[in-house]
């Protein structure tokens, strides 16, 4: 979701790459939700020459969509086009290296390369690539290999058609709320779609042209009783409609394999090397049947599905059924969890606890390991536990535990209950204390959101003090002297300021996009 300082960062990476005018009408569609151009003429105090450019910017950035409510008189052509801005599709920004990591790695770099103009530009047509390709070369680059490497992406669904222009959208249904605190905090009120997700899912055209990049070579029944001629014409509009088609990189894919490396990676930490190669087959089995990143369960698999896919690798050549049953097994398939031969992997469990995990560095670095002992025997008990039981199996001081307690929740870390007891013949409160994980959740990712704003700042700050010897040659810098000590500084500056940030963003998956 996007929690306050999820959109203040959201703003801020559109005010870097675009400037304030664009960032001032994305700030707009946040706090006040889908407007009108004129709408945003009104709130912006802009002009429209201005807000359309903005729009325009947005749009082709995929950091907004255009749609109709389908509340608008469509045949009366009393349609009101609205604009909404996408937040995640602004944030994944940010991942734009990893992106072309990825690619790079399961592919090549040419494909990257490509990608990579699609990061930068937004949209393109095929005509479009291949000109950007041509650039700076003395060759025009044949238009068939940027096909080809435009074939290889599709396939591997890392590029997408781009959605329907304006789709028109049911806006009616409420958006999601949630109480932070007090006696009914506990409870979550989730809407079961927010209106950007309504959006996107208009939008998005079906799998078989979704990732298709041939327009519809079918003929008609007439076509069909003709002479050649009709099928070199079919042929020649189908050539024509591909140049039209605007395709982009498909961030969904991109998220799904990054949750896939941190679902292996984290099975590897707890487990071996051996488990994480079984969860990897099952994931690599499961991939072309996924329809949501955010899957509880891996796709139910037979034994011998999941001892193909482990024999294609080097490692799980080695590996014997039982092996891989000992394997499967460790992931929580063991027991009621197995039907009919058929093994489902609880992935929701994996990433919840990756979670709970990063919660529990959290405190032990801010708060010292007494409040990470107590926060940490909290996380694993669902019920309501007292300040003295807290205190007892802490083996930390009642008065030092209360303290700690109230620091955690005064943060918004914990739950409190009070409940009024006696104690000597005199009443009382007794404070009783629970994690409400799906809260501290949100909380500790809108803190997040706060460090990468912070180290986003930063960076601009140092760019800006250090314009000037941005601009200074090449050539003068590599001269020993002052100009070069100033020069590495700031690199070592920027280095370490983008190795925070790349490393915080993976936090940030971890909460919000897996």
């Known amino acids: 979701m996007a929690t306050q300082y999820g959109i203040k960062f959201a703003v801020h990476l559109i005010s870097n790459h675009f400037g304030n005018v664009v960032s001032k009408v994305c700030e707009n569609l946040f706090h ?35 749609f109709v409510p389908d509340d608008d008189d469509v045949n009366n052509l009393k349609v009101r086009t609205q604009y909404v801005a996408l937040f995640d599709n602004i944030i994944h920004r940010l991942r734009f290296p990893k992106f072309l990591e990825t690619v790079s790695q399961r592919l090549d770099e040419e494909c990257a390369e490509l990608l990579d103009g699609l990061l930068r530009d937004g949209r393109l047509t095929l005509k ?34 781009c959605p329907a222009p304006e789709p028109v959208v049911s806006t009616s249904f409420k958006e999601t709320t949630i109480r932070k605190r007090g ?23 079906r799998d078989a042209i979704r990732f298709s990049l041939t327009a519809d070579m079918g003929l008609n029944v007439d076509e069909e009783k003709n002479s050649d001629d009709a099928q070199m014409n079919s042929v020649e509009e189908n050539v024509a409609e591909e140049e039209q088609i605007l395709w982009r990189a498909n961030f969904e894919e991109f998220i799904r ?70 394997s499967l097994s460790q992931l929580g398939c063991s027991g009621s969890s197995i039907i009919d031969d058929s093994y489902s992997i609880d992935l929701k469990k994996i990433i919840e606890q990756a979670r709970n995990e990063e919660v529990e560095s959290i405190m032990l670095k801010r708060y010292g390991k007494d409040a990470y002992r107590m926060f940490r025997l909290l996380s694993k008990d669902s019920s309501f536990l007292d300040t ?36 000597v013949g005199k009443p009382s409160n007794i404070f009783l204390w629970k994690v409400n994980q799906p809260l501290l959740w949100i909380n500790v990712l809108d803190e997040m959101y706060h460090a990468a ?8 700050y140092e760019q800006e003090k250090n314009e000037e010897l941005l601009n200074v040659p090449k050539d003068k810098l590599k001269e020993p002297g002052p100009l070069q000590k100033k020069y590495k500084r700031l690199q070592n500056v ?13 936090a940030l998956m971890l909460f919000h996009d897996f």
């Open 32 to 66: 006040r939700g889908p407007l009108t151009l004129d709408q945003l003429i009104h709130y912006t105090e802009l002009t429209k020459e201005q807000v359309k450019n903005s729009l325009l910017v947005l749009v082709q950035h995929n950091c907004a969509q255009p």
């Open 128 to 161: 479009q690539m291949v000109d950007r390709a041509s650039q700076g070369k003395e060759n025009a680059v044949d238009s068939k290999v940027v096909r080809e490497l435009l074939c290889k992406l599709l396939t591997a669904r890392f590029v997408e058609r």
């Open 183 to 205: 006696a009914k905090s506990a409870k979550i009120f989730v809407a079961p779609k927010t209106l950007e997700q309504c959006v996107l899912e208009a939008a998005v055209p």
């Open 257 to 326: 394999h990054l949750r896939h490396k941190v679902l292996i990676e984290n099975v590897r930490t707890q487990h071996d090397d051996g488990t994480a190669v079984v969860l990897r087959a099952v994931l690599e089995a499961t991939k072309t049947v996924e329809k949501k990143v955010k899957m509880q369960n891996s796709v139910p698999l037979s034994l011998d599905t999941i001892t193909t896919e482990v024999m294609k690798t080097d490692i799980g050549r080695a590996f014997t059924i039982d092996r891989i049953r000992a």
């Open 388 to 423: 003295d039981k807290i205190a007892a199996c802490t083996l930390v001081e009642p008065k030092k535990a209360s303290k700690f307690l109230h620091q955690l929740w005064n943060d918004n870390y914990l739950h409190k209950e009070t409940v009024t007891g006696v104690m």
């Open 453 to 460: 704003l912070n180290l986003s700042i930063r960076m601009a």
């Open 494 to 506: 920027w280095l370490l300021l983008g190795a925070s940030l790349m490393k915080l963003d993976d």
